[in-house]
């Protein structure tokens, strides 16, 4: 006899704790134990879609080392005792006031969380403001899409992705570069694969290394490791150059065009396959290729802004978008793919040191006189430390304490 299909206690809708796609999930519990993960057809971003990490990576949650209850240092490494809550909270607040009293807020160092809500990272980076006065607050987005953060912002105002992930299926053509996707967002891989496999989208792959988008792409550009500003900067200079760029949106959208336009003048593709290693008339294929497509799309991954000249590799994305108005319309735009299911939403949070939510700067007087009357405190003007300089502090003594 075959057995009846178990049947779940109950169903929980969440999203999934992996990568930055923030697939929604549907797990089947029974005896409190999760049995089984699906994901609905109806919701986005995945649309019933879900890889293995979301399907199978669950068992953390019945882990026999996983956290129940606070835990206190009573001695060296590995020396805890359980706590309740009260007695935690009521230790680290005395600890952290103490410390506030003796050296100032500035001594004191937080970092918010790319899995936590929008509401959590709020309220979180809103207590070390208001309440510990510091701005030293930062998150995992300083090392990994910081970059691609600061790039879009001064770009375009926004660091955000341009296209849902619907939406990707009906590419006319679309940039992969940085991104190893069937293997960090495989859910987004299928989307783009889609898109040429049935749909017959161009994609052009920029990587040193040989993944399996490229194993899709209509032209692949091999770089050398660290040449990537160098093959943007020739392919804007092609557009220019050959007059593919859209001077109707560039008129009405943009500003500098004359002064962007010049500086391109020394970056040939000759001069480019010289640094880059990259044929000079693939970076002229691949910059047409961009330019005349009715609908284009760049996607970029850690590859690109996990560098120390990230935010000039953002830019000169930015740049290629807004010389050929591939943004702003269905099927355009700039697409920085997220590490965590919620890094985007931290920053937009506040949970950095350079600026308060939705990035406004910490050092503008009025912005900060806004938050001041908003919350009914006195808030410091001095940007705080980023997560590298946390640690800088921490050996050098200015930082006493972490709130993590």
């Known amino acids: 006899m075959t057995p009846p ?19 929604q999930m549907e797990l089947h519990i029974k005896d409190n134990l999760i049995y089984r993960v699906g994901a609905p057809f109806d919701a986005a971003p995945n649309y019933g879609n879900l890889c293995v990490k979301g399907r199978f990576g669950t068992d953390y949650t019945t882990h026999p080392r996983r956290l129940k209850t606070p835990l206190i240092r009573t001695g060296g490494p590995g020396q805890f005792r359980e706590a309740s809550w009260d007695e935690a909270l009521a230790l680290v607040s005395e600890k952290l006031a103490q410390i506030v009293r003796e050296s100032g807020g500035d001594s004191i160092a937080t970092y918010a969380s790319a899995k936590a809500t929008n509401e959590d990272n709020y309220i979180f980076q809103k207590w070390v403001r208001a309440v510990i006065k510091t701005n030293n607050v930062d998150h995992c987005a300083r090392l990994c ?13 926004s660091s955000a992705m341009s296209n849902s992930i619907a939406e990707m299926e009906h590419l006319d053509t679309f940039i992969v570069t940085g991104s ?11 989307f783009l694969k889609k898109a040429v496999r049935q749909n ?62 010049r500086s391109l003048a020394a970056f040939t593709p000759e001069w480019a396959e010289q640094v880059s290693g990259v044929p000079a008339n693939d970076l002229r294929a691949a910059a047409r290729m961009y330019a005349q497509a009715a609908r284009a799309a760049i996607y970029w991954g850690m590859g690109i802004s996990q560098s120390t000249h990230g935010t000039d590799n953002a830019l000169a994305l930015v740049n290629l978008a807004l010389l050929t ?25 506040g949970g950095l040191p350079n ?34 300089e946390m640690v800088d502090a921490a050996l050098a003594g200015k930082v006493r304490a972490m709130v993590v």
Not at 146 to 157: D, P
């Open 5 to 23: 299909p178990l049947a779940p206690d109950r169903l929980v809708r969440t999203t999934c704790p992996y990568c930055g796609v923030g697939c």
């Open 145 to 157: 899409h910081a970059g691609s953060v600061t790039g879009l912002q001064l770009g375009i105002g």
């Open 180 to 190: 190893n996707t069937t293997e960090t967002h495989p859910v987004i891989s299928l």
């Open 200 to 261: 017959g989208a161009k994609l052009i792959v920029l990587d040193p290394r040989q993944i399996e988008m490229t194993d899709f792409a209509t032209l692949w550009l091999r770089q050398k490791p660290g040449s990537d500003v160098a093959v943007f900067q020739a392919m804007a200079h092609v557009i220019v150059t050959e007059e593919l760029y859209n001077e109707a949106f560039i008129s009405v959208r943009t500003e500098g065009f004359e002064e962007y336009a």
């Open 325 to 349: 108005g591939h943004i702003g319309k269905p099927g355009t735009g700039l697409n920085p793919l997220r590490g965590q299911n919620n890094v985007q939403g931290c920053s937009d949070s």
């Open 355 to 388: 600026v308060y939510t939705a990035y406004q700067r910490v050092d503008d007087p009025t912005i900060q006189r806004r938050f001041e009357q908003a919350w009914h405190t006195t808030l410091s003007p001095d940007p705080g430390l980023t997560v590298t």
